[in-house]
């Protein structure tokens, strides 16, 4: 196994380790802003600002804000954050998107669905870190030698597109070769699962399902009180919504008029973000994402508040090692 080296750029100024993944339609600034004040790296994808013109406005309200509760408490600054970009051929913003990311000088860029050199190239001409979200050994290797920085391993159990891969498999075989920065998703959703990421060779947990929620994320109450009230009995793992494997709620299935248990395949060229699914309903809309872990997720809360119970429950799991 390699030796891990220094975290590069500003992944080495994240007070607590754990980036808060982008979710599609739910993050937005509010919630974003939130999570980097609690300590964690705040995300959200470029397709949520709509119009495009939008990612604009929402990257100046970003940095503004941070900017300004940095000069307030210069001796415990706002985590840095991060814009999710779609790498994929039904996204045709990525250009103009990664163009005001650079203008903005964003942080951390999370790249999905596809790796380009020139994204990556993008964001190092401003000193920016590329982690690129991968399911397999294969593909961890294709990011890296296109010019990525670190990788997202995304195991089994994550919500949204996901893998299949156990996480102690996945992370051992990606520690064999490399030893930039890894962050481990994947049915992570308390303390002392962060802190068991980090013991598999991880340097952060990967965490989406939890902050769905929370008062800040942009979901319905029906959504959120879904995460609350179901468990990973009530995930199911499918295409037939995107063409790409992943984990979605079953009430929203069945609420969408399907049956969580009789769903056709769809082909992965058909992927589209925004285009009408399966009798009309519309993935991550009306089909609910979510991962194996929201079994402890019982209540919605601030993001501030969920990141404070993570840090308590982070230093209990420390303790009952010693």
Same mark, same amino acid.
Request: glycine content about 8%.
């Given at each position: 196994?390699?030796?891990?080296?220094? @975290?590069?750029?500003? @992944?080495?100024?994240?007070?607590?380790?754990?980036? =808060?993944?982008?979710?599609?339609?739910?993050?937005?600034?509010?919630?974003?802003?939130?999570? /980097?004040?609690?300590?964690?790296?705040? %995300?959200?994808?470029?397709?949520?600002?709509?119009?495009?013109?939008?990612?604009?406005?929402?990257?100046?309200?970003?940095?503004?804000?941070?900017?300004?509760?940095?000069?307030? *408490?210069?001796?415990?600054?706002?985590?840095?954050?991060?814009?999710?970009?779609?790498?994929? +051929?039904?996204?045709?913003?990525?250009?103009?998107?990664?163009?005001? /990311?650079?203008? $903005?000088?964003?942080?951390?860029?999370?790249?999905?669905?596809?790796?380009?050199?020139?994204?990556?190239?993008?964001?190092?001409?401003?000193?920016?870190?590329?982690?690129?979200?991968?399911? !397999?050994?294969?593909?961890?290797?294709?990011?890296?030698?296109?010019?990525?920085?670190? @990788?997202?391993?995304?195991?089994?159990? =994550?919500?949204?597109?996901?893998?299949? +891969?156990?996480?102690?498999?996945?992370?051992?075989?990606?520690?064999?070769?490399?030893?930039?920065?890894?962050?481990?998703?994947?049915?992570?959703?308390?303390?002392?699962?962060?802190?068991?990421?980090?013991?598999?060779?991880?340097?952060?947990?990967?965490?989406?399902?939890?902050?769905?929620?929370?008062?800040?994320?942009?979901?319905?109450?029906? #959504?959120?009180? /879904?995460?609350?009230? %179901? %468990?990973?009995?009530?995930?199911? #793992?499918?295409?037939? $919504?995107?063409?790409?494997?992943? *984990? #979605?709620?079953?009430?929203?299935?069945? !609420?969408?008029? @399907?049956?969580?248990?009789?769903?056709?395949?769809?082909?992965?060229?058909?992927?589209?973000?925004? %285009?009408?699914?399966?009798? +009309?309903?519309?993935?991550?809309?009306?089909?609910?994402?979510?991962?194996?872990?929201?079994?402890?997720?019982?209540?919605?809360?601030?993001?501030?508040?969920?990141?404070?119970?993570?840090?308590?429950? #982070?230093?209990?799991?420390?303790?009952?090692?010693?």
């Amino acid at each position: 196994m390699s030796i891990k080296r220094a @975290l590069p750029g500003a @992944l080495a100024r994240v007070p607590f380790p754990v980036i =808060a993944a982008p979710l599609f339609i739910i993050s937005n600034p509010e919630l974003l802003i939130a999570q /980097c004040i609690a300590g964690v790296v705040g %995300s959200m994808p470029a397709l949520n600002a709509r119009p495009s013109s939008q990612l604009r406005d929402w990257l100046a309200q970003i940095t503004e804000t941070l900017d300004a509760y940095n000069k307030a *408490n210069p001796e415990q600054p706002a985590a840095p954050f991060a814009v999710n970009q779609i790498v994929h +051929k039904s996204n045709d913003r990525l250009e103009s998107d990664m163009e005001d /990311c650079v203008r $903005f000088k964003v942080p951390i860029i999370i790249t999905s669905l596809g790796a380009r050199p020139e994204i990556n190239q993008a964001a190092h001409s401003y000193g920016g870190v590329v982690m690129h979200d991968v399911i !397999n050994n294969a593909f961890a290797h294709k990011a890296i030698e296109k010019g990525a920085d670190g @990788l997202i391993a995304v195991a089994a159990g =994550a919500g949204g597109h996901a893998g299949v +891969k156990s996480p102690f498999a996945f992370i051992q075989e990606l520690r064999e070769w490399f030893d930039g920065p890894i962050a481990l998703s994947g049915a992570i959703a308390n303390g002392g699962a962060v802190l068991a990421a980090q013991a598999m060779g991880a340097d952060f947990a990967y965490m989406g399902s939890a902050f769905i929620a929370t008062h800040e994320a942009r979901a319905t109450k029906e #959504y959120k009180d /879904c995460v609350v009230t %179901s %468990s990973s009995d009530d995930i199911v #793992y499918t295409n037939a $919504f995107t063409g790409v494997n992943g *984990n #979605y709620l079953a009430p929203s299935i069945r !609420n969408a008029g @399907l049956d969580p248990e009789n769903l056709p395949p769809k082909d992965k060229s058909e992927m589209d973000f925004g %285009s009408d699914t399966l009798n +009309k309903a519309k993935a991550w809309r009306d089909i609910w994402g979510a991962g194996q872990g929201i079994g402890a997720i019982k209540e919605v809360v601030g993001a501030g508040e969920l990141v404070q119970r993570l840090k308590r429950e #982070y230093s209990l799991a420390k303790e009952r090692l010693l």
